[in-house]
């Protein structure tokens, strides 16, 4: 009989709490970007995220993406409702009856959970300074009971999941199961609910930088955890998943800075942590993947796209994604993965086919843009149908009333103020 590996069983906690420091970062980053009179509502909603996945992934959210016996292609079970058993087979395992674990496999539901809490908390930015409180809670509780275990499932359920197993697309930190669908949603939600009263005549300006840099330090010291700990143990694989991911990470920051050298005239703080972010979102799905010349290709690439689609796309279409949660993290996210499919070591892959660089097969390439396309139709339909439902359950409006937007959502949603010695509407 063997005993777990201490190693192993640490590694994994420090990256799940890597994780879970993520969700505040994203707070503040979302609370610097926002006007003044909404940064409690902003942080609020992310906060609110932590608070509702805590209780549906420990209720049925691990069952429902990692429960069952993997030959489902969409869902996973309902055998670990409640988590029912898992404190028992921790038991077992901690007197060396857990077969070939190295770590209590309880960890896993924590990290994983880490992972549907800074997804669903990414959404709101998209609806921030005018949508309901209540209607963003009930959206909210629904998608993580629903959607992002079974998307989770399909990537990541084994042989049989749809997407991971029998389209065979790589994805291993969530490009597809993080980015691509919080930013999607974040998209879907914000038509639904419609622009902020002023959009395109009024300047929206973040209203603190200092606390967009230090929610963008937060996220980035945390993506650490998120893309190493992808690995599941503290080895080569985890090490070169956490190079890259520095790598790419500072490749969008020089990428975004050049990019606005060029169209602004000047390099902005602002713009530099989103290049930051950009650079981490691409290179989540190939983090385990790909070599660092790679990543630093990756980080170079994201951020001049993402930043055509925040200021001429966002502007040529006219939806009012306020924090551009759709620019950075779909956008962002569509480019990872089909970059994945390019740059991807064989060796690494874990499918029978390796990148276009070095095979010259595009059948990779082929499984992530399917993959990809698979995504965005199920999330986009299904955001659609409960965006739908969820207005119809408050009186046909996701939005607050003109006026409470107009006094400002810490306000008139919370009865209180980030700063209340400010008097004014902004």
Partial sequence: ?????????????????????????????YGGLSRRKNVGNTMMMVFAAIGIVA?????????????????????????????????????????????????????????????????????????????????????????????????????????????????????FAGGDVVHISSGLTALVLCVLVGRRHGFGVIGY??????????????????????????????DGVAVLALVNTVAASGAGVVSWMLVERVVVKRPTLVGACTGLVAGLVVITPAAGFVEPWA???MGLVVSPVCYWAISVAKKAIGYDDALDAFGCHCVGGIVGGVLTGVFCVPELSWTDFGGLVYTGDFHLLGAQVLGIVVTIVFVGVFDIVLGLVVKACFKGSLRVSAEAEAQGLDVAEHGESAYPAYVGLD
């Fill in 205 to 234: 300006r973040p209203h603190n930088v200092p606390f967009v840099a230090l929610g963008a330090a937060l996220l980035w010291f945390g993506w650490f955890g998120f893309n190493a700990g992808s690995e599941f143990a503290p």
């Fill in 55 to 171: 209780v549906t992934w420990t209720v049925c959210g691990w069952s429902f993406a990692y429960g069952g016996n993997g030959s489902n292609p969409v869902f996973g079970g309902f055998d670990q409702l409640l988590l029912l058993g898992n404190t028992q087979s921790m038991l077992a395992e901690a007197d060396a009856a857990g077969g070939d674990a190295v770590y209590p496999a309880i960890t896993d539901v924590v990290f994983q959970m880490a992972f549907c809490m800074i997804t669903t908390a990414i959404i709101t930015g998209g609806v921030a300074g005018r949508m309901k409180f209540g209607a963003v809670v009930a959206f909210l509780t629904v998608w993580t009971i629903v959607m992002y275990p079974v998307l989770a499932h399909m990537v990541w359920g084994g042989e049989g999941s749809l997407i991971g197993g029998m389209i065979g697309a790589l994805d």
């Fill in 295 to 297: 990543a630093i290709v």
């Fill in 1 to 29: 009989m063997m005993t777990l590996d201490s190693g192993a069983t640490g590694f994994m906690m420090v990256c799940s709490m890597l994780v879970l420091l993520m969700t505040p970062g994203l707070a503040f980053f």
